[in-house]
């Protein structure tokens, strides 16, 4: 039976070749490798200007089915759409600026009405700046004739106090001297009523004892 096995094994010959890894080894090749923590850690390679554009740079073929050579393309081309004004100017952004440049200028009015507003707010705040000076120096001139006022108010007072205590004082001594000299004629025997009449007539005042 043996025999009959190693027979058989060795006049088999196989038609497919039996592959030389397995199939999920095969199946690596679709899907990178996961990145190291290494690698994560490390800076990406910046490709120079000249392999990026090489890269970059589609290969346009010549019109001539014969010739293989390849033919740069465009600077146009070459550059970025966005950063060429030519490539990137249409109706629609011909308008968008055409808004702009009205936005622009209202804006620029706006701006020259307010600078205007502004001088003018400046001014009159200078005129009230002015007034309001004005107005201090008055109310300190005020606030000083309040003060001479009060004080020659004072003044008055004590004097009108020092007149009435001398009133006063001249009405005592004046009632006194009448008394003294009243006196002083009865006792000399002197006509007192007719000496006050004789008085009153020539001052024509009104006397009573």
């Not at 001539?64 to 100017?89: C, E, F, G, H, N």
């Not at 440049?101 to 307010?114: D, I, S």
């Not at 005592?172 to 002083?184: G, L, N, Y």
Request: hydrophobic share 35%.
């Amino acid at each position: 039976m043996a025999a009959k096995l190693d027979s058989l094994l060795s006049n088999t010959v196989c038609e497919k070749p039996l592959p030389s890894r397995p199939r999920h080894a095969r199946l690596q090749n679709l899907f990178p490798p996961p990145l190291r923590a290494q690698e994560l850690l490390s800076p990406p390679s910046i490709p120079s200007p000249a392999v990026e554009e090489r890269v970059a740079a589609p290969k346009f073929a010549s019109l001539s089915s014969t010739s293989s050579t390849v033919i740069p393309p465009p600077l146009a081309l070459r550059q970025r759409p966005y950063l060429d004004q030519k490539l990137v100017r249409g109706p629609i952004l011909e308008a968008r600026l055409a808004q702009l440049e009205l936005e622009n200028m209202n804006l620029r009015q706006a701006n020259k009405l307010l600078y205007q507003q502004n001088s003018s707010c400046l001014d009159l705040l200078q005129g009230y700046r002015m007034n309001h000076k004005k107005l201090s120096d008055s109310m300190s001139r005020i606030t000083c004739s309040v003060d001479v006022l009060e004080l020659l108010n004072k003044t008055v007072q004590a004097d009108t106090k020092v007149y009435q205590d001398n009133i006063r004082r001249s009405e005592k001594e004046a009632v006194r001297d009448w008394q003294r000299f009243v006196c002083t004629s009865k006792s000399e025997g002197m006509e007192i009523d007719k000496v006050l009449t004789e008085i009153a007539k020539d001052h024509d005042i009104e006397i009573t004892v």
